[in-house]
């Protein structure tokens, strides 16, 4: 509704912005006006096997992030039934090893060092099957999950050890040594550790039974 020349949303429950305006297909300059809007910091562009863009994840400042999808010479701010793939999906193209963070952000972060990383947008509340099976398909053969330091964080590492293994790869969860709560592996890298602790501590640590997943 509109109250004193202001736009207010209600979702009439504890609900994040990007979820408000995504179910109405909002972007943030149509609730704040473009010279209060949140700027945008980063775009993640998602793409099939071929690298074609199918959707990007945009994050804001302060900190928000929403999807939207190529739409003519603009942009949807809603995925609707867009196909859903994991990040960097054509890098990990016959990939042994790939690593799984909890973001973008590290997906690249690793990716630039060297290591092979993915990540899929929504955390573990939108996790889908498809996604192992895309990992899969691109001749991935090791997993390694990098989970962040927090209950969510664990939570997300289950479902996707469970789902990798259920496909066929091996897996590791890696719970790296000295990482602060909420802390990530972004976190742990820029307390001046470098690959040879990251590749360390992959190493100490256990293949994931099937038993386990």
């Not at 952000?105 to 955390?123: E, S």
């Not at 990992?135 to 996707?160: C, N, S």
């Amino acid at each position: 509704c509109v109250r004193d020349g202001k736009v207010l949303l209600d979702c009439f429950t504890v609900c994040e912005l990007s979820t408000i305006l995504t179910a109405v297909s909002l972007a943030p300059a149509d609730l704040f006006g473009e010279t209060a809007a949140p700027a945008i910091v980063a775009t993640y562009p998602y793409e099939d096997e071929r690298g074609t863009l199918l959707y990007q994840v945009v994050r804001f400042a302060p900190k928000e992030f929403r999807q939207r999808r190529p739409d003519g010479d603009g942009w949807r701010w809603r995925l609707d039934d867009t196909r859903r793939v994991v990040y960097r999906l054509p890098a990990l193209a016959e990939q042994e090893r790939v690593y799984w963070v909890e973001g973008e952000k590290d997906a690249d972060r690793l990716t630039a060092l060297g290591l092979p990383a993915t990540t899929a947008c929504g955390g573990a509340s939108a996790w889908r099957r498809e996604y192992a099976d895309q990992l899969a398909a691109a001749g991935v053969r090791e997993v390694v999950i990098l989970p962040d330091h927090d209950e969510p964080g664990e939570q997300y590492a289950v479902t996707v050890a469970a789902a990798a293994v259920a496909v066929g790869l091996r897996v590791k969860v890696v719970r790296l040594p000295g990482l602060p709560a909420r802390g990530d592996v972004s976190d742990w890298l820029d307390a001046g550790r470098g690959v040879d602790h990251l590749l360390a501590a992959v190493e100490a640590t256990p293949w994931v039974t099937a038993a386990a997943a």
